[in-house]
């Protein structure tokens, strides 16, 4: 460090003439008072004393500082953060004329990778040292913080004359990076900031999402949803291809609006079982500039299925009779039948169907996937308080289906007060508990929710769906429904009937706790046959079956399941996971360490451990939370120290990385922070001239530190000495 040191003033005309005249009149008031003492010794230094003082309040008068320059014998340093986020592998640039042979636009990365090397700062190496280094990590970096590299420059980088930002402006992360540029403009650091990628879309066809399923079974049609953004300005016609890794290839053509957003999806049915990927693409449009986000892939493990149902019912209604006949006739589904009519000497019928009686405690009714409760209700030969209790614990925490399917009878009402009523999705008119007959039949009309839905789903196409829930045949009953319940779905609506409420809802599903409830609100589903046979009526059943037992056989083992909510995870929303441990002897475990340890698509490695709810030890489930930080599939081994058992599943999260490739970019940033900082925004194909404005840069102003000395504690201190000693000595002169 070199510098110098020494006593400054600051003065003004007024300071001086008032210093010189307050001198003057000390000087002629000493000359006179000593004169007057006989020019004796004592009185001589008195006024010595007294020049002294008002000599140093004149002094005062000036304000004077000591000051120290000091500057650094070592060079000033540049720093050159540059963007290292998945953003800026964007493809959006376009090549300058004479920037060589490429054929398309260039990724914002490449069009600036100069800037990323020594070699280009070489000629500033006389007068800087120049520090590279990166703003973000390199993909897969889940955003780009531009306020924190900022704010902490002048700390990480020793005599700091100039930042270079090179970036696309698009931060995702931390604070506002105008409030960390206001920091480096108080310690007269200029930022010049590099604005590369195009601030606005490019002509392209992107394929935003593929909402695949993440199990599927074998001979059972499989819903592949996809999304498609386009900035293009026209109308297109695309043929959106679907291949399978087992060499199968599906296509549908799409309309997509200009500058617009489409969602359809392909069906496919998976013929055997095995662990698949599907991979939909989109071919490249005329016009578009970006073909490397046509296309998405997603796993999906298909399996042979064998749900296990239970069917309770009060009389052998017809919707009964035909509901059993289209269970025990699907493959994928073991049913049993619970009949509770009365007059009989025992329950059950004549085949092996039927049981005796209702499942005895937790290990027998949880082997269930699925309960249908028709007419039947809580009383003497019918279900218990403890039945309806399992019944809740089994779709709450064993993540099982269960159907409400009403009848003239009105047993249901019974539930009124029992573990049962908070699961059913509909409020209940208890002053009809037998329902509403019609003299004519209507049909159910599906609301916006069920033509979306996969319960509801009896052609392949919607316009086809639509067509045929118009032609099946109405319903002339339908049940003490009041409203759906807040947090249900309404998939139906009867054609006429409704209250202050809207029509009255005859389908409605709701999610409680792992599992899902179902509300048929009719007994007319049987009718559905008519002309057809089977065609409808059978395939709607089996879509509710293996929709409420989906979450519960998402991952299986022979005494371990897992699941998890909601099925098609978003990045960054989080996930609950459930975890069913059953003991070698088949019931379930009550307490143990339950883990689970989740690899996301980075390798990166976390581990989660679960717990059982509280007080709700008895069903054998565990659960845990889980924020996935990178799209993709996310392996999971779940593990029980207890049972040694462990269970490999896989959670496939939706969406992009916070740092998206073909988001916009943002100069409008970039441009304050050289603003702000009185620096200077440097496009890229400008690039250039840099080194020549940072070579312009004026010498670093020398670090000066001041010490007030007309404010300072220890001089107004010896004034006080001084004024003390004078007014000691004028008492000894006889003075005072």
Not at 7 to 27: E, H, K, M, N, Y
Not at 487 to 511: C, D, F, K
Request: charged share 20%; net charge neutral; with cysteine.
């Amino acid at each position: 460090m070199t510098g110098g040191d020494g006593l400054r003033f600051f003065t003004t005309p007024w300071t001086l003439g008032i210093s010189a005249a307050l001198v003057a009149v000390a000087v002629t008031v000493s000359i006179v008072a000593w004169k007057r003492s006989g020019w004796s010794s004592g009185q001589g230094l008195l006024e010595a004393l007294r020049l002294a003082i008002v000599g140093i309040v004149a002094a005062l008068l000036n304000q004077p500082e000591w000051v120290q320059e000091r500057r650094s014998d070592e060079k000033p340093t540049i720093a050159v953060l540059h963007d290292g986020s998945r953003s800026m592998d964007t493809r959006d640039v376009m090549p300058t004329a004479g920037g060589g042979p490429s054929s398309g636009p260039q990724s914002r990365r490449e069009s600036v990778e100069s800037l990323a090397m020594p070699e280009f700062w070489r000629p500033l190496g006389d007068r800087f040292a120049v520090d590279l280094a990166p703003v973000s990590a390199a993909p897969p970096a889940t955003g780009t913080d531009l306020a924190g590299p900022l704010a902490t420059a002048a700390q990480r980088f020793a005599g700091l004359r100039a930042v270079v930002l090179v970036s696309d402006g698009d931060w995702t992360e931390g604070g506002p990076p105008l409030e960390a540029a206001q920091k480096l403009r108080l310690a007269n650091v200029p930022v010049f900031t590099v604005a590369v990628g195009s601030p606005t879309k490019l002509p392209d066809v992107e394929l935003a999402s593929l909402d695949c399923p993440t199990v599927g079974v074998a001979g059972k049609p499989v819903r592949v949803p996809f999304t498609i953004h386009s900035s293009l300005p026209t109308e297109r016609g695309l043929s959106v291809r679907l291949a399978v890794s087992s060499g199968e290839t599906l296509t549908k053509d799409v309309r997509l609006p200009p500058m617009g957003t489409v969602t359809d999806w392909i069906f496919w049915t998976p013929r055997d079982t095995g662990d698949y990927t599907v991979t939909v693409t989109i071919p490249p449009q005329e016009g578009e500039l970006l073909a490397d986000n046509n296309e998405r892939t997603a796993p999906i493990a298909v399996r042979t299925e064998k749900l296990k149902v239970l069917v309770v019912e009060g009389m052998p209604r017809w919707e009964y009779r035909y509901l059993r006949n289209a269970l025990s006739r699907d493959p994928g589904v073991d049913v049993s039948c619970l009949l509770f009519q009365p007059g009989l000497s025992k329950r059950g019928g004549g085949n092996r169907d039927y049981i005796q009686t209702f499942p005895a405690g937790l290990d027998e009714l949880s082997a269930y996937d699925v309960v249908f409760l028709g007419d039947v209700g809580v009383g003497a030969d019918q279900l218990t308080e403890e039945d309806c209790r399992l019944l809740r614990g089994l779709v709450e925490y064993q993540a099982s289906g269960l159907v409400f399917m009403p009848g003239w009878r009105g047993a249901q009402a019974s539930f009124a007060g029992t573990a049962l009523e908070d699961l059913c999705p509909v409020v209940i008119d208890a002053s009809r508990a037998e329902g509403s007959s019609t003299p004519m039949p209507h049909r159910l009309v599906l609301t916006e929710g069920g033509q979306k839905s996969l319960l509801t789903k009896l052609a392949d196409s919607a316009a086809e769906n639509l067509a045929v829930w118009e032609s099946l045949p109405g319903v002339q009953w339908y049940g003490p429904v009041v409203r759906a319940k807040a947090g249900s779905e309404v998939l139906a609506v009867h054609e006429e009937a409704g209250n202050e409420y809207g029509r009255i809802p005859l389908l409605v599903t709701r999610t409680y706790g792992a599992g899902k409830v179902l509300y048929m609100a009719t007994d007319g589903a049987w009718r559905w046959r008519k002309g057809v046979e089977d065609k409808y009526h059978y395939r709607f059943w089996g879509q509710v079956v293996r929709w409420m037992a989906y979450r519960r056989n998402m991952a299986k083992g022979e005494r371990m399941s897992f699941s998890f909510a909601p099925e098609q995870p978003q990045l960054g929303q989080a996930v609950a996971l459930d975890a069913r441990v059953a003991q070698a002897g088949g019931e379930p475990l009550s307490r143990g360490e339950v883990s689970a340890r989740i690899t996301a698509p980075s390798g990166a490695v976390e581990t989660v451990r679960f717990a059982p709810p509280a007080g709700e030890g008895e069903w054998g489930v565990f659960a845990a939370t889980f924020t996935p930080t990178e799209p993709g599939s996310h392996a999971v081994v779940l593990g029980c120290r207890e049972t040694g058992d462990t269970l490999q599943a896989a959670v496939f999260v939706q969406g992009q990385a916070a740092e998206g490739i073909g988001r916009p970019a943002r100069p409008e940033v970039l441009a304050e922070i050289a603003q702000v900082t009185r620096g200077r925004l440097v496009p890229a194909e400008e690039i250039a001239g840099l080194v020549a404005a940072l070579g312009a840069l004026p010498e670093q102003p020398p670090t000066v530190r001041r010490v007030q000395l007309w404010c300072h504690p220890l001089v107004a201190g010896t004034l006080v000495v001084l004024l003390s000693l004078f007014w000691v000595g004028r008492k000894r002169q006889g003075l005072v």
